[in-house]
């Protein structure tokens, strides 16, 4: 089983939608959470950090559900700008090895 | 800010070369790190440090050395290209500490013919 697993996607939405999407993980002892954004060719850069009780920076929001394991990331009014590959980040025990969730591809279409 | 620079960016090698990717970063953080990313996969951990001298493996460390003899600096070295090592590379820094972001470099196109 992988250590993070993601919904590939794609996610086809509006501009102006709301669109929505959860990462698992499998190490109950992960400390750490975050959500990257890679854009096609690029690195991944920092969208957010997940805190235990959740987490909004302006149109994000994060959540963090520890008993189900799993973190989301819903996006409201979506704009074109938007469009990108987001990552699912967990660390282990070990804060020094992150895990990596292949990705959600989310697009948005005039 | 310069950040978490690597070279070079785009490399096309034939089986059984050898070279050295280049990271340096200029944030002073202990943490440095290489991932290798291939469609379809999240990024996978080749090889870590915590501070110059010390390394050890991540996830996929078959085929490949460091060494971090700065806290600047921390080479990837692929000692026989293989064409299972084509992939993009990325190295990352970060604080250590719990929560700490990671910084990543612009990334390496290497293509193993």
């Known amino acids: 089983r992988k250590e993070v697993e993601q919904d590939p996607g794609p996610f086809n939405v509006p501009e102006g939608a709301t669109v929505a999407f959860n990462c698992t993980y499998s190490?109950?002892?992960?400390?750490?959470f975050f959500w990257y954004r890679q854009d096609c060719r690029k690195e991944p850069k920092l969208l957010m950090s997940?805190?235990?009780s959740g987490n909004e920076d302006g149109r994000f929001t994060a959540q963090l559900n520890r008993a189900s394991q799993y973190i989301s990331l819903l996006i409201r009014d979506s704009k074109l700008s938007d469009s990108a590959t987001y990552l699912c980040v967990v660390s282990g025990s070990n804060d020094y090895k992150l895990s990596f969730g292949a990705g959600t591809t989310v697009t948005v279409r005039a | 800010n310069a950040g978490v620079t690597q070279t070079p960016k785009f490399q096309v090698l034939k089986t059984g070369q050898s070279m050295t990717l280049q990271c340096a970063q200029d944030m002073n953080h202990e943490y440095m790190s290489w991932y290798r990313q291939d469609p379809g996969m999240g990024l996978r951990l080749i090889h870590y440090?915590?501070?110059?001298?010390?390394?050890d493996q991540g996830e996929v460390p078959n085929g490949y050395n460091v060494s971090r003899s700065t806290t600047e600096d921390f080479p990837l070295r692929l000692l026989s290209a293989a064409p299972s090592q084509t992939s993009v590379y990325f190295c990352?820094?970060?604080?250590?500490?719990?929560?700490?972001?990671?910084?990543f470099g612009e990334g390496s196109w290497l293509t193993v013919v």
């Open positions: 990352a820094s970060r604080e250590t500490g719990l929560g700490n972001t990671i910084y």
């Open positions: 997940v805190y235990s």
């Open positions: 440090s915590v501070g110059a001298g010390i390394t």
């Open positions: 190490n109950s002892a992960s400390q750490s």
